[in-house]
């Protein structure tokens, strides 16, 4: 499970078994875990336990960051 990127207490990372699903980051903080799609625009798929305004506040991160975790993403699996 490579981290690609750790914003505060939020660590983003990708999963191994993932590389037939869409391009989409993890999020966890304390034992949560979120999964947000990436293409073709930033979508929560499963909240993982964090509450609404958390969520928000992730999405926000991942808007801003968006790039790079799914340039992480084709790196990682080999995908353009």
Same mark, same amino acid.
């Given at each position: 499970?490579?981290?690609?990127?750790?914003?505060?207490? !939020?660590?983003?990372?990708?999963? #191994?078994?993932?590389?037939?699903?869409?391009?989409?980051?993890?999020?966890?903080?304390?034992?949560?875990? #979120?999964?947000?799609?990436?293409?073709?625009?930033?979508?929560?798929?499963?909240?993982?336990?964090?509450?609404?305004?958390?969520?928000?506040?992730?999405?926000?991160?991942?808007?801003?960051?968006?790039?790079?975790?799914?340039? #992480?993403?084709?790196? !990682?699996?080999?995908?353009?």
């Amino acid at each position: 499970m490579p981290t690609v990127l750790r914003i505060g207490p !939020y660590r983003f990372f990708l999963y #191994a078994g993932d590389r037939d699903e869409p391009v989409h980051t993890h999020v966890e903080r304390d034992g949560m875990i #979120a999964k947000y799609w990436l293409d073709p625009f930033v979508r929560l798929s499963n909240s993982g336990g964090f509450n609404r305004v958390e969520i928000a506040r992730i999405q926000k991160l991942i808007d801003e960051h968006r790039q790079i975790l799914m340039e #992480a993403w084709h790196e !990682y699996f080999g995908r353009s």
